[in-house]
């Protein structure tokens, strides 16, 4: 039987598609202004891409922050269930979970059959999230994909002190102008960033084995930056960033 979940982000929504407990295809594309649309679309193009009509969908969980305008979806789901189902699918060993999306970030921790026993989220300031990133991209004049790479090479990573990401926007503009360089002030976002969400994860009391999710575990500087902050090595698959959908199909073969 086929089955369907649907991640409907501040930034990107995600679909994904399981038939019979196997992973068959997903699909990434920007949320737009509407998300009821972003949710049809990205659902109708994966089904395209993999020839599949949706009567043979038997199941549909959507999630994310968008999930209870998907109005086609069977049940809506909070992203913190589907990450950790996600994240237990692709790898049953993972205990740890930090998910790094567009608008929150979260530490999320699983028992042995990847069930949710506890987590923090950071959902009421943009700092440590995709957005925190996106915002200093801007400032710096960069493509937001090209962060992680850049910052690989500083030497000594800038020190960002604001948590707020205007006043940090601001020390940013401030040290442009000084002509730091543009490597060394990235790896400093990088570092504020891992400083908020390691905080997360402290808070729960984190184990390993640890996986990132979201959009944001693609910015290996990011990656590296919360390596060092947890002192542990971090699991990226390369379904990182639909990872919420994933696991919401999961959900769905469940139903």
Avoid: W
Wanted: proline share 1%; net charge negative.
């Amino acid at each position: 039987m086929i089955f369907a979940g649907i991640d409907i982000g501040s930034i990107t929504a995600k679909a994904a598609i399981i038939k019979d407990n196997q992973l068959i295809s997903t699909h990434v594309l920007f949320t737009g202004y509407n998300t009821l649309t972003a949710s049809q679309k990205v659902f109708e193009e994966l089904l395209s891409k993999v020839n599949i009509s949706k009567n043979e969908v038997k199941t549909i969980i959507s999630t994310g922050y968008g999930r209870n305008s998907v109005d086609f979806a069977d049940k809506a789901l909070t992203e913190i269930i589907c990450h950790g189902a996600g994240a237990h699918f692709l790898n049953p060993e993972i205990r740890g979970i930090i998910d790094v999306g567009g608008q929150d970030s979260k530490a999320i921790l699983l028992d042995n059959n990847g069930k949710v026993t506890n987590f923090s989220m950071n959902d009421k300031c943009a700092a440590g999230t995709g957005r925190f990133l996106e915002v200093m991209a801007r400032a710096l004049e960069l493509d937001l994909d090209l962060l992680g790479e850049i910052s690989l090479k500083a030497d000594t990573p800038a020190n960002i002190s604001s948590i707020c990401t205007v006043f940090a926007e601001s020390e940013v503009i401030s040290m442009i102008a000084k002509q730091e360089k543009r490597e060394n002030i990235i790896a400093g976002i990088h570092e504020s960033a891992a400083a908020r969400i390691a905080t997360l994860a402290a808070k729960i009391k984190i184990q390993e084995p640890v996986m990132m999710t979201g959009g944001v575990a693609k910015n290996i500087g990011m990656v590296k930056a919360l390596e060092n902050r947890l002192k542990c090595q971090i699991l990226v698959t390369d379904s990182a960033q639909e990872n919420g959908a994933i696991g919401a199909a999961v959900l769905a073969s469940t139903l």
